[in-house]
């Protein structure tokens, strides 16, 4: 939608589409996290990186709401050692830390900050929605070869195509981390996030949203049930230990 802006015709060719991908599930809230190893960036990727994400702190609080699946919510990440690295305050809104007898959870420490939640299946459906609208045109294609991107039409192509540019590129870098996600019922009256112990739980209107796992280089879809009972009774503990 960026370049439809800009007046550029634009043509998506997916493999899949919304809802069925992965991302239509995934847990979603604004932050520039683990999109690169630390210690090896450059300065100019580290100034363009803050400009990129200042623009998208700005562009994504001006679409509406109810639209877009997009609110404000307060986090609270625990730990039992005092934090050491501060949130950077541009971006995360009222972040304070507390201490051991300013908060009710089973943790010494906690780090409150507001951020923005953002409910993937109806953040997918309003962008391709807007860029149907707006005159753009979704293929469904899988690409094999590099050979198969000189047969299209458009004159220049964009590589969005993510872990497949491991294959279509044989960028050998690229490797997969898979997270598994367990949902329970909605719960209106929890609002908000709580994040420790390698666990997270995001309340959204679908179902309150319960993980985590991070498994590098676990290319399989397939749920674990060792990991979802991990996940279930990491959470009971937590929450039957607040006081």
């Known amino acids: 939608t960026l370049l439809q802006r800009r007046g550029i015709s634009v ?25 690169f190893d630390p210690g090896q960036t450059t300065a100019a990727f580290d100034a363009q990186f803050t400009e990129a994400a200042s623009r998208s702190w700005r562009l994504f609080q001006e679409l509406p709401r109810s639209t877009y699946g997009i ?16 949130l950077e305050s541009s971006f995360y809104v009222d972040a304070e830390d507390l201490g051991p007898r300013d ?25 391709v929605r807007d860029f149907r609208l707006a005159g753009g045109r979704i293929v469904v294609r899988d690409f094999t070869a590099r050979a198969e991107l000189l047969e299209l039409e458009e004159p220049v192509v ?3 195509t993510g872990l497949g540019s ?19 019922l909605p719960q209106p009256e929890i609002d908000y996030i709580t994040l420790g112990r390698s666990l997270y739980m995001f309340p959204r209107t679908d179902g309150i949203l319960l993980g985590g ?15 979802e009972r991990r996940i279930l009774e990491g959470h009971r503990q937590f929450f039957d230990a607040m006081r």
Not at 107 to 115: E, G, I, P, S
Request: hydrophobic content about 35%; aromatic content about 14%.
């Open 11 to 35: 043509t998506i060719y997916a493999k899949d589409v919304p809802p069925n991908t992965t991302s239509n599930v995934a847990g979603a809230q604004w932050g520039p996290f683990s999109v």
């Open 71 to 86: 609110r404000w919510i307060e986090n609270y990440a625990t730990s039992d050692s005092a934090f050491t690295q501060p």
């Open 103 to 127: 908060h009710p959870f089973p943790a010494r420490y906690v780090r409150r900050f507001t951020t923005m939640l953002i409910e993937t299946s109806t953040y997918l459906t309003a962008l």
């Open 158 to 160: 964009f590589n969005c």
């Open 166 to 184: 491991r294959a279509l590129f044989e960028d050998d870098q690229l490797t997969p981390v898979k997270g598994q996600l367990t949902f329970l």
């Open 213 to 227: 796992s991070f498994e590098r280089g676990v290319w399989s879809l397939d749920p674990d049930p060792g990991i």
